[in-house]
């Protein structure tokens, strides 16, 4: 059985008093959470008080985003060293918001990957359609090219620390969800694109995330399928009780 996994990508908010707030808040209600993995993944400029904050405790820190690079003249970049050692365990790479607004290509997006499990750092790849893309059909098509561009050069047995979240473009920030038949169909055929390309060891044991509009009302719901293994949640990861519904929405049923 895999893990569920819920990451809270906060994205450009929070200062660092906030993110004191916020991250005690979640470290309130989930503290001593096994059951599910929770990541909390704040600004660069708050990571090191949000792990402070949650240093004593199971929740795990993220980062939006890593240099391909390890050290040297590449202005405005944070390395993976600079990220571990403010104990930072995952990192977002190739976000929707970076491959549109900063031009983040597959080739840039593959190098992160690598370079993040080169060190240790388990890579959430972010993968996903736009509107226009989904209406012409394309779907597929896109998500294919990718998962395979993101994932090129990879371990077989590293995939299970490799985290894929699949996030429609169209659904996120949106408040559109895609239905948990859709999210599930997609889920299903990134997993077969996987299963292809690495074998049947290495699907099983990636873990694919959704991701555009989660909440406490949908969540459990998108959970509940078969290939869904957890969400990367945007707003509703901004306050802590619907981030703590969220990841209750995850906990195992017996
Ligand atoms: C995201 O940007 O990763 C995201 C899923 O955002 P939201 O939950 O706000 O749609």
Redesign the pocket.
Known sequence: MRKKIIAG?W?MNKSVEETVELASAIKGDLGDCTEVDVVICPPFTALKAASDVISDSQIMLGAQNMSSEDEGAYTGEISHGMLKELFVRYV?LG???RRQYYKENDYWINRKVLKALEKNLRPIL?VGETLEQREAGETEKVVEVQVREGLKGVEANACSEVVV?Y?PVW?????KTASAQQAQDVHAFIRGIVRDAFGPEAAGALRIQY?????PANAAELLAQPDIDG???????LVADSFVEIVEAAMPRD
């Not at 659904?171 to 408040?175: H, K």
């Open positions: 990508n994205k977002i976000h929707s918001e972010c979240a996030e659904a996120i920030g949106t408040g991701g555009g509009s989660m909440k969400g990367l949640i945007g707003g509703a990861a």
